[in-house]
């Protein structure tokens, strides 16, 4: 028979639960979760609730990734960090729940509106200030942030070599930009692996067009590693990443709460051959780079 639960209330300190309806499962669906989800790996990240971070997912589980990144990180009560592309906020939210960091939540696809509700809901009113922003565009002063950080969202539009440079701006000398994406495992030349172009059970294939955004975690320490305005690149990629990813997509199936069709039977079958996450950080210099987005460039060059 089916009951409502809220796995979550297992799970201790922070039971966060979603702003929507509690999703229906089974008492045994619960036990599946928790195995999947209670995950030793990231234990911050199990102080919050299982319904919570299902219903706001869009992809990987970003607590996870939220976690892992800020691992590598000095976050300090009161910094101000930009999650950049932080989606439904929930990255945000177990920052700023987790470090007591002031932190801007900033995302294209998705708006103000619902991210604030999510963080009056979780308790952070007034550490979370939620806004619509184009990452070629941010609207905010010079050396303004302590951190950046970018989770399941710096690929989309950080792979042009130029972009670090313009991002750094807006980070204190000194300050951190940590990036967490998907990624590749080794390199794949001209062709995506022949299995992940295979189609999955449910019909969709792995690799989309959009996946070659992905890259191997030498590509991009390399490409932080050029840019004069950080210093410090480190590089590496998450153990068992693909495992994780897989873990949270049959989650999301047992769920119902899959926005995308699921990737799992893909990612079993790669083994984390090819895909997996990638963790880069780096500081921010005393360089300070032009902003090459800027549309008045021509004309305080004196050309326009
Ligand atoms: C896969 S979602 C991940 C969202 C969230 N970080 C998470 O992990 O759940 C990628 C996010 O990147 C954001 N994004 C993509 N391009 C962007 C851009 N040019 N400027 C700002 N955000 C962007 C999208 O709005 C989207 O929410």
Redesign the pocket.
């Known amino acids: 028979m089916a009951v409502r639960v809220h796995p979550e209330d297992a799970c201790g300190l922070y039971p966060l639960r979603s702003e929507c309806a509690t999703i229906a499962i089974t008492m045994s669906e619960t036990t599946e979760l928790s195995a999947l989800l209670d995950k030793p790996e990231f234990p911050r990240s199990r102080h919050y609730g299982h319904d919570w971070m299902l219903e ?5 589980n ?1 607590v996870w ?1 939220a976690e892992w990144l800020s691992n590598e990180l000095d976050l300090k009560p009161g910094m101000r960090v930009l ?6 906020a ?2 945000s939210i177990f920052l700023a729940r987790e470090y007591g960091v002031m932190v801007w939540a ?5 708006g103000p509106d619902h991210n604030w509700q999510r963080a009056c809901t979780a308790g952070v009113a007034d550490r979370v200030v939620p806004l619509r ?4 565009a941010i609207p905010f002063a010079r050396d303004f942030f302590d951190v950046v950080v ?4 710096y690929h ?2 950080g792979t042009d070599v130029l972009y670090l440079s313009y991002l750094s701006r807006f980070v204190r000398p000194g300050g951190q930009i940590a990036v967490s994406v998907p990624g590749l495992m080794q390199p794949i030349g001209d062709q995506p692996p022949p299995h992940l172009l295979q189609p999955q059970a449910n019909g969709s294939c792995f690799w989309e067009n959009e996946c070659w955004c992905f890259n191997t975690v030498d590509e991009w320490r390399d490409r932080w590693g050029r840019c004069r305005a950080v210093c410090g690149v480190e590089a590496d990629c998450m153990p068992e990443g693909w495992r994780h990813w897989r873990d949270f997509e049959r989650a999301i199936e047992i769920s119902g709460t899959g926005i995308f069709p699921s990737a799992a039977e893909a990612l079993d079958n790669d083994q984390g051959d090819y895909i997996g996450f990638v963790r880069l950080r780096a500081a921010r210099t005393e360089a300070h780079p032009e902003n090459l987005y800027d549309s008045g460039l021509g004309a305080q060059a004196g050309i326009d």
Not at 83 to 88: F, S
Request: aromatic fraction near 10%.
């Open positions: 706001n997912q869009m992809g990987p970003a990734l999650d950049l592309g932080c989606g439904r929930i990255s900033a995302d294209l696809w998705i922003m184009e990452a070629h970018s989770i399941d969202a989309y539009f």
